[in-house]
């Protein structure tokens, strides 16, 4: 212990640090640091084997169709066969393929956002005999296979005159137990006051859900949308099975194209498919920070 006098004063005595307890703090800070280092290492490696795909894809495109599947993989291709993103627009209507998907992703995507948020309404602020069953119900269908009523589907949609026709996958797509099951997890976390405060001044349950419970639900909306529309931009059966006509072929269905039955044109398949994945990126960019706050915010409550 250290003393220290004053004049008149009576001595006192000042505790001295312990050392343990003063070399605990850097250590929990350095292990701190190495945790948060190692962290972010295997997220890196992480992304790094998520992306590998891709990079693979982007350097296929320009490749040779025999330098494709070389083994060991050409990481760095001999020669850059650039010309693959401009002969492609001349081999297949490729700009019909990528209209047909647009035009069916945010037809698809708008109809599933407003059915969902609609019915997620219901089953989040509503109260009406048997209602938790009924979603229960609505929700379980998200577990039974596609395959498994891919045939009666054909048929109902067959009997209306609707195969070969976009109506077919409109109509298939327009509802989702998963957008309403989203979007009634976010809804939750509004408080109920709300809504019963819009009621006693009148307003109609259709005004709460537009006026209110819509402005509120940005972050949900924006990522039930991303969603929607990444699906169905990446479908391939149900354009393959409902869509016989080349004119309303997506481009999923269009890359088959340069498919034979003996060969196939693999640098081609690659090109098409990097220009296939810019719409989507574009969409996800735009869309990134509300996607991400509404992931992190939806099923917090209930």
Do not use: C
Request: charge should be positive.
């Amino acid at each position: 212990m250290n003393t220290t006098a004053l004049d008149g004063e009576r001595p006192r005595t000042t505790p001295a640090p312990a050392p343990a307890a003063a070399a605990t703090v850097p250590r929990r800070r350095t292990a701190h640091a190495a945790g948060r280092a190692l962290l972010y290492l295997f997220l890196a490696v992480l992304a790094a084997a998520i992306l590998l795909p891709f990079g693979w894809m982007a350097i296929s495109s320009v490749k040779a169709d025999r330098d494709v599947f070389t083994v060991p993989i050409e990481w760095i291709p001999k020669s850059y066969h650039w010309r693959n993103f401009t002969d492609i627009w001349k081999q297949i209507p490729l700009a019909t393929y990528l209209g047909n998907s647009l035009l069916l992703s945010a037809v698809i995507t708008f109809l599933q956002v407003l059915t969902g948020s609609f019915a997620a309404y219901g089953f989040a602020k509503m109260r009406f005999p048997g209602r938790d069953a009924v979603f229960l119900g609505y929700v379980a269908t998200i577990a039974v296979p596609w395959q498994a009523y891919m045939v009666p589907q054909y048929i109902i949609m067959d009997k209306l005159g609707l195969v070969n026709t976009r109506w077919s996958l409109i109509l298939i797509q327009a509802f989702g137990a998963f957008g309403v099951f989203l979007m009634r997890q976010f809804y939750l976390t509004i408080p109920d006051e709300i809504s019963e405060a819009a009621r006693l001044d009148g307003l109609s349950e259709y005004g709460i859900w537009a006026r209110i419970i819509l402005p509120l639900s940005k972050p949900a909306l924006a990522s039930l949308a991303l969603l929607t529309f990444v699906n169905t931009w990446n479908d391939y059966m149900g354009p393959f099975i409902y869509l016989t006509d080349n004119d309303l072929w997506t481009v999923q269905i269009g890359l088959r194209s340069f498919i034979g039955q003996y060969d196939a044109q693999y640098a081609m398949i690659m090109a098409g498919s990097v220009i296939s994945v810019v719409p989507v990126l574009v969409i996800f960019l735009l869309g990134q920070r509300y996607f991400v706050r509404g992931i992190a915010t939806t099923g917090i409550k209930g």
